[in-house]
């Protein structure tokens, strides 16, 4: 029981993050029916940008909590100025193209900045300075860290605020209104080209926290850490419903758990054959059983008829 | 009566198709005036054009004493020119109160940072985007679906939607694509009123239809697109007696 609770809490933790990230994916597919791949790239931007700024401000003597602040706050701004760059040299050009050319481009852009964090960051893995409060608690026999708990309400907050935005909001609506119809958005006088840079913008700056919490959490950060983060964000954004936003929330809390359940048990279950180390297989056997029998994902729906 | 908006021989060809052929006309301020023809005589070719969904392949069109600079939707919006279509186009995932409300960007101005800070003036705006959506959902008559999905009216409500959001955008010429295609009779009557009621207040209303009892019975003038050329122009009754006109619709009688 103890072994359940500890791991529920775990892939909450983790599906926080996942879910932040399958947000990014999931608001660029919905807006333009685009698989950012780039995505989990600019979620490893953000953790080394974050861990740039707050090494040297570590042994400053200034609180923990506030040289994650500034160094989250440099992470988000350079991320969003990534984002803005990449929609606009990289996808842009290619809005009215064939679909398989933006996701080639996507796939290359992934590459660059890849090979870009590692000519600056190098190929090691940098630890991330202990910042942030990590006093365990006890419940219920479980352990949970205050780290944990602060990046399940950070992210349950922001996710709360991206709703606000998009549900409440003239920009929201005008996001809503041009991912169901560009030309007829177009034609009420919102601007398309505006609002879809302000998605990669917003996209990439819960990518940014997603990043800073993930380097926070395992106290890691490297150059290709962005590619399994990302592609398991993917999987829980298909798992949700791809363009779906609360199905990107459901899916990667959902696949969290999944996840954390799997490495938890998965000793027991194989008589010791296969250890906690298969853990990134529960993703991809959710990701291929979603694909067939669900395709839509969980809260999704037609989503073939946009194109 | 002052002229709204004159267009000028305006072309229009989609490879090897002359869809629009030197159609020039005239629509005078306040009137309802109605566009009618065959099917594939060009009337939405000609709306596409007029607001900026197609780039025209010639002439010119003044509206409200200015050049409009066709091509562009946006601007067209902005000019004051709003439409709405022959199969319904609303933005089905949004409530009818939504709807509106987008309709009413072209003439709001608070950004990015507005929304994301709300700002009092941003509250401000927002508030009165919400208020005059209410008001405007009363005026088509549906305000009792408001908070419903866009995709769960009634046809005919969608219909009364669409001019709903059309009318959010303050225009001066209303374009009615077919409003009432796939309407029953009582439903027809009631589209009658509404327009009628919109002409009263000020906008002048661009009309292509098929129910040609409709068109006679509403209009203050009617032109006639045969084959996208421009066959007649005139006040109802002499067009339903010009010969070309009764040709055109194979020489069937107008009379339905």
Not at chain 1, 196 to 213: C, Q
Not at chain 2, 58 to 79: I, N, Q, W, Y
Request: hydrophobic share 50%.
């Amino acid at each position: 029981m103890d072994i359940f609770l500890q791991q529920i809490f775990n892939g909450l933790t983790l599906g926080s993050i996942y879910a932040l990230v399958a947000l990014g994916y999931t608001m660029v597919y919905g807006i333009m029916g685009l698989i950012n791949f780039a995505h989990g790239e600019v979620v490893m931007i953000g953790a080394l940008v974050a861990l740039a700024v707050m090494a040297p401000l570590a042994g400053s003597g200034l609180p923990g909590p506030l040289v994650v602040l500034i160094g989250l706050a440099a992470a988000v701004l350079v991320c969003m100025a990534l984002g803005a760059t990449i929609e606009r040299i990289a996808y842009r050009p290619l809005r009215n193209a064939p679909r398989l050319a933006p996701l080639i481009t996507a796939i290359g852009v992934s590459i660059v900045l890849q090979q870009l964090a590692m000519l600056i960051w190098g190929r090691r893995y940098h630890s991330v300075p202990r910042l942030l409060p990590d006093a365990p608690h006890e419940i219920f026999g479980a352990t949970i860290t205050e780290v944990q708990i602060l990046i399940m309400v950070v992210a349950a907050l922001t996710m709360a605020g991206l709703m606000l935005l998009v549900n409440r909001t003239k920009m929201g609506r005008a996001m809503r209104a041009t991912a169901e119809s560009p030309a007829i958005a177009a034609l009420m006088g919102v601007d398309a080209n505006r609002i879809i840079m302000l998605t990669f913008v917003i996209g990439s700056g819960l990518g940014a926290l997603a990043g800073v919490l993930v380097a926070a959490n395992y106290g890691i950060a490297h150059y290709h850490m962005g590619f399994l983060l990302g592609l398991k964000a993917f999987t829980a954004a298909v798992l949700g419903g791809i363009g779906n936003l609360p199905g990107a929330m459901v899916g990667g809390l959902l696949l969290g758990v999944i996840e954390a359940l799997g490495a938890g048990y998965i000793g027991d279950l194989t008589g010791g054959v296969l250890g906690s180390n298969y853990q990134d297989v529960f993703a991809f056997f959710v990701l291929i059983v979603v694909l067939i029998f669900r395709p839509s994902g969980l809260m999704g729906e037609k989503v073939a008829e946009r194109a | 009566m002052t002229v709204l908006l004159e267009a000028r021989g305006i072309g229009k060809r989609f490879g090897g198709v002359q869809a629009l052929h030197d159609v020039s006309l005239t629509i005078r301020r306040g009137e309802i005036y109605g566009l009618i023809g065959p099917n594939g005589a060009g009337k939405t070719t000609f709306f596409n054009v007029l607001t900026g969904l197609y780039p025209r392949d010639g002439g010119e069109v003044m509206f409200d004493g200015e050049p409009l600079k066709l091509g562009s939707p946006h601007e067209v919006t902005r000019a004051g020119i709003a439409r709405t279509f022959q199969n319904i186009r609303l933005f089905a995932n949004m409530t009818a109160l939504e709807n509106v409300m987008v309709g009413r960007h072209a003439r709001t101005k608070v950004g990015v940072g507005g929304a994301v800070f709300r700002f009092s003036s941003a509250r401000a705006e927002e508030a009165a985007i919400h208020r005059r959506a209410e008001e405007l959902l009363h005026y088509v008559g549906i305000a009792d679906h408001a908070n419903d999905l866009a995709r769960h009216l009634a046809y005919g409500d969608q219909r009364r939607l669409e001019i709903a959001r059309a009318l959010a955008t303050e225009p001066k010429l209303l374009a009615l694509d077919e409003p009432a295609a796939g309407m029953n009779a009582t439903e027809t009557a009631a589209l009658k009123t509404l327009v009628e009621g919109i002409r009263a207040d000020g906008v002048t209303v661009l009309l292509i239809e098929h129910d040609v009892k409709l068109v006679m019975g509403l209009c203050d003038r009617v032109a006639v697109l045969d084959y996208g050329e421009k066959i007649a122009e005139d006040v109802p009754a002499q067009v339903r007696n010009n010969p070309q006109v009764i040709e055109a619709y194979l020489g069937g009688s107008l009379e339905h």
